[in-house]
């Protein structure tokens, strides 16, 4: 039902994650995030946000894999989802359960991981990461490209709904921007992106607090 990606951009020190689906309210449903222990994407066909509150919590403590097998292990409906952790460190793991709809897959590289499911064919997961380049750019805008790739090669296999970005710096407040319903969330999302990059709301961002 979704795809997603998780990165973590060794140049600026950015943690985030961004998301896209054929169904309503993707951010609210997916990523989740901290600054000081990393982000989530927890999805499938029937998604869990247990999964991904319950992983961050863990990531504090355990590496990615094991902060993930102590949350899923005892799950009976673990095979009809699928969740990715990325630590602060840019080290990650993906779990998909394999009663998703297909086409299903994920991967799992440093400081990167895509994943996704009911997917239109199984190069779409593929597509991403061989397009995926960190730059000495703003990560939300790296993250906003690679959902548009994952448009281009073929997407959610019902088209796409919605999508949402989140996005960590430190010193900074988080960027969390979703799009819950919209005939193409894609451009709304880089919209409303570029529109917080306009002087006089970057001067705003500025004084609030930080953690």
Request: hydrophobic letters at 35%; one cysteine or more.
């Amino acid at each position: 039902m979704t795809f997603s990606i998780l990165a973590r951009n060794p140049k600026t020190g950015e943690i985030g994650g961004a998301a896209a689906t054929g169904n309503l309210c993707v951010g609210g449903w997916v990523l989740r995030g901290d600054i000081k222990k990393g982000v989530t994407a927890s999805q499938g066909f029937y998604p869990s946000t247990i999964w991904g509150e319950n992983i961050l919590n863990n990531l504090g403590k355990y590496s990615p894999t094991t902060a993930t097998n102590k949350v899923i292990k005892n799950d009976k409906q673990k095979h009809y989802r699928q969740v990715a952790c990325l630590n602060i460190s840019g080290k990650g793991f993906s779990f998909t359960g394999n009663k998703n709809t297909k086409y299903f897959s994920h991967i799992v590289l440093p400081n990167l991981v895509v994943s996704g499911n009911m997917l239109s064919n199984d190069k779409v997961i593929n597509k991403i990461v061989d397009n995926f380049k960190f730059k000495n750019e703003p990560l939300a805008k790296t993250l906003v490209e690679a959902l548009k790739i994952g448009k281009k090669f073929g997407s959610d296999k019902r088209g796409l709904m919605s999508a949402a970005l989140l996005v960590f710096k430190k010193n900074n407040p988080p960027l969390n921007i979703r799009v819950d319903h919209d005939t193409n969330p894609l451009v709304k999302l880089e919209k409303i992106l570029k529109m917080t990059n306009k002087t006089k709301y970057k001067e705003w961002l500025k004084k609030l607090p930080t953690k």
